[in-house]
Each structure stands twice: as C-alpha cells, then as structure tokens.
C-alpha cells in the first residue's frame, strides 16, 4: 500500500466518523412545551427588612393530560390524589427543575409530581382547565411552574 492509498482510507474513515458524530448532535426541538419548575414554601409574606424568598428549582414529574377541570380530579383545591383525564406524557424535569416535551398540537393540562401520589394544580383558565397549557403548530410554548405546596401568602 502506497502513501496516496492509505491517506484515501484515512479520510475515508475520518469522514464516517465526522458524519456519524453529526447525527448524534442534539436537535433541536421543533413543537412541544419547555420551562422550569420552582418550589415555593415557608412564609411568603412581605415584611419590612425581608426580601422575597426566590423559589428555587424542583425535581420532579409532570403529568400531561388532556385538558381537565375540576370535576376530572379528586382531592383538595390545588392538591389532587386522582386525575380521571388521559395522560398523555409524563416528564422528568433535571436538578434545576428544567423540563421539555415534545408534543402534539392541542391543548393540555399540567400536574406536577413529587412522590406519585399527588398532583398539584393551583391555576386554572376562564374554561376551568385546570394547569393549562397550549402547544401551538410548529412553536415551543415556554412556561414556568411554581409547586406552592406548604407556601403561605
């Protein structure tokens, strides 16, 4: 094997490795929903000579339903131990509470989830929808979640 051979197979080579690291970038993500999640806690009150507390990232679950009112989740006013709706997606968010979801367009509602056996809802729109959430054609709708659980105003 002459010198002009080996460095054919050798770029060769280095451009299958190049084409196969390409394809291993992340893509971008084209529709769905993106945000964080924060927790909120504690006395919450203002006072003079007191800062309001800033909420700090949560690791938890969401669950995406379907759209779903009050009437398709059993539990208190903003914490729920059943949701009757159709889940659609359940998604992790990381240490900073950052999540993403590819999904459909529609309309939805969001849980969040610390242990599986509550879900908590505390917004709903002028329908009822409880956590609503709309993905629109070919657009990430950005939305950031506060979990209020144990928090008072």
């Known amino acids: 094997m002459n010198l ?3 460095m054919k197979i050798f770029l060769s080579i ?6 196969a690291c390409h394809s291993l970038k992340p893509t971008q993500m084209q529709q ?3 945000g964080y999640v924060y ?3 504690g006395n919450q009150m203002p006072g003079p000579n007191r800062a309001p ?8 679950d969401l669950y995406i339903y379907q ?3 009050l009437n398709r989740a059993t539990g208190s006013t903003t914490i729920f131990t059943t949701v009757s709706s159709k889940l659609v997606l359940v998604v992790h968010t990381d240490s ?3 999540y993403k979801a590819n999904l459909p367009t529609g309309r939805y509602s969001v849980f969040i ?3 599986k056996h509550e879900f908590f809802a505390d917004e709903s729109d002028g329908e009822g929808i409880l956590n609503p959430i709309e993905v629109l054609e070919g657009k990430v709708t950005e939305r950031n979640w506060v979990y209020r659980k144990g928090a008072a105003y």
């Open 4 to 6: 002009a051979q080996a």
């Open 14 to 19: 280095c451009t299958v490795v190049l084409m």
């Open 32 to 34: 769905g929903i993106s």
């Open 39 to 41: 927790r909120q806690s």
């Open 53 to 60: 507390q800033k909420p700090q990232g949560l690791k938890c």
């Open 67 to 69: 759209p779903t009112k």
């Open 96 to 98: 900073t509470g950052h």
């Open 113 to 115: 989830s610390t242990d």
